[in-house]
């Protein structure tokens, strides 16, 4: 079954506690991308990549890093947590056709984080 | 202002009925447009994506206004299954590829 895989799915955790949530997709996908969401602001973009060994900001980056080691691996590392990172966060992937990426966007199941 | 803009509602509206919403983007350059539907606390979902020429998928109609810089999302003979948060999205490839969402809208369909 295709699908995008986070990890861990709710996670409550205090303020400087490192954590990594993680995220594979089985898709052969390109492109991922990192979201949080917060009540009355929407979908926000953390990172994206558009590649293995490539990675860029989105509009919300602070505090946030990633990796692309592998293609169908894009963890998503918080350093040292603030309260302000309480989210809901959605992995993504994406594929192009003919070379353009057509936008349609598979998401995971999301990971509730909570920092105290 | 918003790169792109939803009224949140909540529209309330009874089995059976038509509604509509439209969402307006900022960055004439955007490329690709789409709604996604979700529903509480889940992952969003790709609804339908956005033609110029407009596009329908049973129910759904969603049409793209490039000179006034709105897509559509219009729903006819709503379901309750209808009931969820509708999103919509736009594509900027600006180098790199970015999607940005709305904050959605929020459609309760009563029996």
């Known amino acids: 079954e295709a699908q995008v895989t986070q990890n861990p799915r709710y996670l409550i955790t205090v303020t400087g506690k490192k954590l990594t949530v993680t995220c594979s997709q089985n898709?052969?996908?390109?492109?991922m991308s990192w979201y949080r969401q917060d009540p009355g602001l929407g979908l926000r973009q953390i990172y994206y990549?558009?590649?293995?060994?490539?990675?860029d900001k989105g509009d919300v980056p602070e505090g946030y890093k990633v990796s692309r080691k592998e293609k169908r691996n894009f963890p998503l590392i918080l350093e040292s947590p603030s309260p302000n990172q309480t989210s809901l966060y959605f992995c993504?992937?994406?594929?192009?056709?003919?070379?353009?990426?057509?936008?349609?966007?598979?998401f995971g199941e999301g990971s509730r984080l909570t920092v105290l | 202002r918003k790169e792109v803009e939803q009224d949140p509602g909540p529209f309330n509206v009874p089995e059976g009925a038509t509604v509509a919403f439209n969402c307006t983007y900022s960055?004439?350059?955007?490329?690709?447009f789409f709604w996604y539907r979700q529903d509480c606390r889940k992952e969003p979902k790709l609804l339908m994506s956005v033609y110029s020429s407009g596009n329908e998928d049973g129910r759904f109609t969603a049409q793209l206004n490039r000179a006034s810089q709105y897509i559509s999302l219009l729903i006819r003979d709503s379901k309750l299954s209808d009931s969820a948060t509708y999103l919509c999205a736009v594509n900027l490839n600006t180098g790199g590829f970015k999607t940005i969402f709305g904050a959605g809208t929020r459609l309760f369909v009563k029996a």
């Open positions: 990549s558009m590649n293995v060994e490539v990675t």
């Open positions: 898709m052969n996908h390109e492109y």
């Open positions: 993504a992937s994406s594929q192009p056709t003919s070379g353009r990426f057509t936008g349609e966007l598979f």
């Open positions: 960055n004439s350059a955007s490329q690709s």
